[in-house]
């Protein structure tokens, strides 16, 4: 950060601490000291710890995770920090680990021949059953456009159509990314996720789901899939041993779904009409088998909490979390099987550090509690959030707002700071306001199809009623402009998202990080001396479930 800018910046918080405390000095050495806290230096040091090899990816059950835990647990002991769950930094977490591994080959059977496609290359499958081996019986293809069942949206692929025991070839995304009319336009919802079709699939009483990927709608490659379901997946236990869901959730590329198309009697046209409202459910008039054997342990894993008690008000909280969790070690890429996770997540992990280090050089004390939360799990679909938001160790009631960080820096310091699912809660005003203290805007989200709103674990505590803001980095660079942020954005994706590449000596350029964390910061530290709730915007699908829990 330039001295013109940290200068702005220190202006702007030391105004806010003035206008709420009246003590103009004491209160501006305090925040000066603070924002010094979240530097470079210090940050570095978190990001090539946590995404080194030694760390083997950070996945659950694994040495990884051990170091993991261990690690933010003795940086927020250093740090002061008290333990978040009672007298303990950690929340368990009890999952099982399924690593399935299908039939190499599934074949696709109807009147005219077979398609068959290869385990890896074109397909890949697994189950949430925990049994040793599952069989999808002869089960006959239905192509079920989206796979999407919306009453506020007026829009049901499954209208009409019983598809018990059967296997449903659905689209990812949702209706909105062809059509700007329906459901949000480009922004995707809820209901355009992998995980959502896999549930609705299951409460349909669909025996198999396959979804198709096409990477512009995906916005991820095939191979990000393949990494994906190569390795081992967790889940949360459950009553039930996943019997509920579906015998077999999969994907099939592009390819492999216009090849079945075509051997049931359709065209590529089947793509148009399930765009369109209206649009019924096809027997594609082919059957499909498949075994799926499996390996189980269940075993814990560890969310990590710590905590700053407030001053004034200590049920009262804020709360700033990032998974600790990657992918572990896997397929070898380019020469590397270590999925070390730098941008993705050891950056937010680090920026947890160094908002915790700041709060604790301000000499006023939060009047609000301000919470830690590192999750495990993320990457195996948000489990630790989802654990937590059933089993909160403080108050919904009285959580004020969830800030998340994930995946941080990616086009370095930048003009702009993107607020994912724009148009949803209060906590946008607040980031707006911080953000023009470093002379910046705020903006949303230049990839809104990518529904990067219902990806990480903010989500789950939108789903209980919690405000919940997640912001990207900026894509504006300041020396070379918003066409070579967007640039490396995609250049991420494509080559090092969930890839073994994303390594700690790829991340170039750290100061946009800094700014973004110092910027969370000042909205933290606002909310945490305020006595008033952030409530969601009028619309959001979350208002209903704040209005419920308020009760």
């Not at 990884?64 to 950690?90: C, H, Q, R, V």
């Not at 009319?181 to 919802?189: H, S, Y």
């Not at 059957?287 to 894993?301: C, D, E, G």
């Amino acid at each position: 950060m330039n001295k013109v800018m940290l200068c702005l910046v220190f202006a702007g918080i030391c105004f806010t601490s003035c206008k709420q405390n009246g003590n103009s000095n004491s209160t501006a050495q305090a925040d000066s000291l603070a924002i010094k806290a979240i530097n470079d230096s210090s940050f570095a040091q978190h990001i090539e710890v946590l995404a080194s090899d030694d760390f083997q990816g950070r996945k659950p059950f694994t040495i990884g995770e051990t170091k993991s835990i261990n690690y933010l647990k003795e940086e927020f002991n250093k740090l002061g920090l008290k333990p978040g769950n009672g007298d303990s930094y950690f929340q368990q977490v009890p999952m099982v680990e399924i690593k399935s591994t299908p039939d190499s080959k599934m074949v696709f059977t109807g009147a005219a021949g077979s398609v068959t496609a290869t385990y890896l290359e074109n397909f890949v499958a697994g189950t949430r059953h925990v049994e040793t081996q599952v069989k999808l019986p002869a089960s006959e293809l239905v192509f079920a456009g989206y796979g999407i069942v919306a009453p506020a949206y007026h829009w049901n692929d499954y209208a009409g159509i019983n598809v018990k025991g059967k296997t449903v070839v659905v689209m990812i995304n949702d209706p909105g990314f062809a059509d700007s009319t329906l459901f949000k336009g480009k922004n995707m919802t809820y209901y355009g996720r992998w995980t959502y079709k896999f549930e609705e699939a299951a409460r349909q009483g669909a025996a198999g789901i396959l979804i198709i990927h096409d990477t512009t709608p995906a916005a991820y490659p095939w191979s990000v899939v393949r990494s994906g379901w190569s390795k081992s997946k967790l889940q949360l236990e459950s009553q039930d041993n996943g019997s509920s869901r579906a015998i077999v959730e999969g994907w099939i590329t592009m390819d492999i779904a216009k090849q079945l198309f075509k051997l049931g009697g359709q065209s590529d046209a089947l793509f148009t009409a399930a765009r369109k409202k209206g649009f019924k459910a096809v027997d594609l008039k082919l059957t499909t088998t498949l075994t799926v054997n499996n390996k189980i342990r269940k075993s814990v894993s560890n969310n990590v909490i710590a905590v700053i008690p407030g001053s004034k008000r200590p049920k009262e909280c804020i709360i700033y979390s990032a998974h600790w969790d990657h992918l572990g070690v896997g397929e070898i890429v380019k020469g590397d099987s270590i999925y070390n996770g730098a941008v993705d997540n050891a950056t937010g992990v680090a920026a947890l550090l160094e908002l915790a280090a700041a709060f604790q050089q301000s000499a006023q004390r939060p009047e609000r509690s301000v919470v830690f939360i590192s999750f495990t799990g993320e990457e195996q679909g948000l489990l630790g959030s989802e654990f937590y938001a059933k089993n909160p160790v403080f108050s919904v009631q009285q959580t004020v707002a969830d800030i998340n960080m994930d995946m941080m820096g990616l086009a370095g310091k930048t003009k702009d700071i993107i607020i994912y699912g724009y148009g949803q809660s209060d906590l946008e005003d607040y980031a707006e306001v911080s953000a023009k203290k470093q002379g910046r805007v705020i903006v949303r989200d230049p990839v809104p199809s990518s529904g990067l709103y219902y990806r990480s674990d903010h989500f789950n505590f939108a789903k209980v009623g919690i405000p919940s803001l997640f912001t990207g980095s900026g894509v504006d660079n300041v020396t070379y402009g918003k066409a070579w942020g967007l640039q490396q954005v995609a250049q991420f994706t494509k080559s090092r998202y969930h890839s073994p590449q994303d390594n700690f000596d790829e991340i170039k350029d750290r100061r946009g990080m800094v700014e973004d964390v110092r910027l969370l910061f000042d909205m933290g530290y606002r909310l945490s001396n305020e006595s008033t709730f952030p409530k969601w915007k009028r619309g959001s699908e979350f208002e209903s479930a704040r209005d419920k829990s308020m009760k």
